[in-house]
């Protein structure tokens, strides 16, 4: 499962990389960047606070051939579609080299220098093209925790523990890190309200979620099968499933979430790989006595034994009051994200079992993450709006106000491992258009 490139000895010539939080050299995240404005977008490694141009390695020839004809091939379409469209194989062979030649001691540093770039300097963008994005729901602690905001005796419905449930997203609203968000309006029809009205919505929420990004898929009526499915991830980031409560609320009956999810949805801009992930996978909690056992086209041995991932979650609220007075960022939970139900590679089975074709560069959402610690939205932590937060700068808050920035960030840790984490994925909510 691990080899050189996961070794706690290894050190990077990037000297910001060594003991870096986030990018040591175990890691080297998969990323879409440009250095100025109206460049064209490049393929970039994250290592430490820089980011290293891959066609210029390309180019200075210091890709062994398959690897160089990956990149080639894939400097003609802005992300990450194709070169992660050709497998695992190539991934971790791409991820070997680059760690080769960011260590410590590696013969090509002088010519390596010029191909690194400040990542404070550079704009991230969204890593690969999403054809499509799909929405989970498979943290059963925010399912149960809001299914009791409506349903105190019986919060899980039915089918909850059988079925991954999930809706269609909206591929063309997912932005990067560092985009700002506009509040939407829409319809909104609170119990106290005897008609509906449009406007901005009160009620908005963010969602702590992590994304998984799709490699090579599959074709239309070909079912991925669970065995396989890990192969079909190229990796992971965080996910900000933005909510409007209210018009969730009015709209979702009875065909689900539509304006109230898809005027945005923030991604972390890293590609973090399922290599750097592999000291940090974790058995699949066992359900407890009496659940169901998932259905044959959702089970499989080796999956259960390692197909979790050990993930540190945490989620900041930064207001204006706390901006202005100068107080850190108020911390809204924290915790292990050991509450999903099923694995990503059950999500990605199940949503291919009828035939749907997934396909490089597709987007899926696990669902809001909530641990026994902290809550995964403001929906849960402030019980529908009725017990508001009161922040160290004298606000409260029942949902999130007009220049309020949400943070999430993710980090894996192991004895006996350096640590690696996901970045940022942080927004800024802006007022809404005038209606
Ligand atoms: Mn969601």
């Keep these: 499962m691990t080899d050189a490139t996961h070794d706690p000895k290894r050190r990077s010539f990037v000297a910001s990389a060594n003991g ?17 404005e109206d460049e064209p977008e490049r393929l970039g490694i994250a290592i430490g606070d820089s980011i290293l141009d891959l066609e210029g390695v390309l180019e200075a020839g210091l890709f062994s051939e398959e690897v160089g004809d990956a990149i080639d091939d894939g400097s003609f379409i802005e992300g990450w579609n194709h070169v992660l469209s050709l497998g695992p194989a190539l991934r971790m062979a791409l991820r070997r080299e680059v760690s080769d030649l960011l260590a410590e001691g590696s013969a090509h540093r ?23 994005y799909t ?32 809706y269609h997203g909206r591929a063309s609203s997912v932005v990067p890190s560092g985009t700002p ?12 309200e005897s008609e509906p009205s449009f406007g901005p919505s009160r009620n908005l929420d963010y969602e702590l979620e992590l994304g ?43 065909l689900g979430p539509f304006l109230a999810k898809n005027f945005g949805t923030t991604v ?52 204006p009051g706390l901006r ?41 959402g696990t669902g809001t993450i909530s641990t026994a610690e902290g809550f995964g939205s403001l929906l849960e932590i402030t019980r529908g709006g009725k017990q508001p937060l009161t922040l160290a700068s004298g606000e409260t808050r029942r949902f999130l106000e007009d220049g309020d920035e949400v943070l999430l960030t993710a980090r894996a840790r192991r004895e006996g491992f350096v640590g690696i984490g996901f970045g940022e994925c942080r927004g800024v909510i802006l007022p809404a258009v005038s209606s």
């Excluded at 925010?142 to 419905?157: I, Q, S, W, Y």
């Excluded at 915790?335 to 997934?358: D, F, I, K, M, R």
Aim: net charge negative; hydrophobic share 40%.
């Design 20 to 36: 870096h939080p986030d990018f040591p050299i175990q890691n080297l995240p998969f990323g879409l960047f440009s250095t100025e």
């Design 110 to 132: 002088a010519a390596l220098q010029d191909l690194l770039h400040a990542a404070k300097d550079c704009t991230l963008h969204v890593p690969m093209q999403i054809g499509d």
């Design 135 to 166: 929405d989970f729901y498979a943290g059963i602690r925010h399912a149960t925790n809001v299914g009791a905001l409506f349903r105190p005796d019986n919060p899980l419905l039915p089918n909850y523990k059988h079925v991954p449930i999930g």
């Design 181 to 192: 968000l506009r509040r939407p309006n829409g319809q909104r029809k609170p119990a106290s």
């Design 212 to 254: 998984i990004w799709i490699g090579g898929g599959n074709a239309l009526g070909a079912p991925i099968r669970i065995g396989n499915a890990a192969d079909h991830i190229a990796g992971y980031c965080l996910l900000n499933d933005w909510s409007a409560r209210d018009i969730q609320g009015w709209e979702y009956q009875p």
């Design 268 to 319: 972390s801009p890293w590609i973090v790989t399922p290599e750097a992930l592999a000291p940090f996978r974790i058995p699949q909690p066992k359900r407890p006595e009496g659940d169901p056992k998932p259905m044959p086209y959702l089970w499989d041995e080796a999956d259960q034994a390692g197909g979790a991932l050990g993930l540190e979650l945490e989620v900041f609220l930064l207001t």
């Design 324 to 364: 202005e007075k100068k107080l850190a960022p108020h911390r809204l939970s924290q915790g292990e994200a050991s509450g999903l139900y099923w694995t990503p590679a059950q999500l990605v089975a199940h949503h291919t079992c009828g035939g749907c074709n997934l396909r490089s560069g597709d987007l899926l």
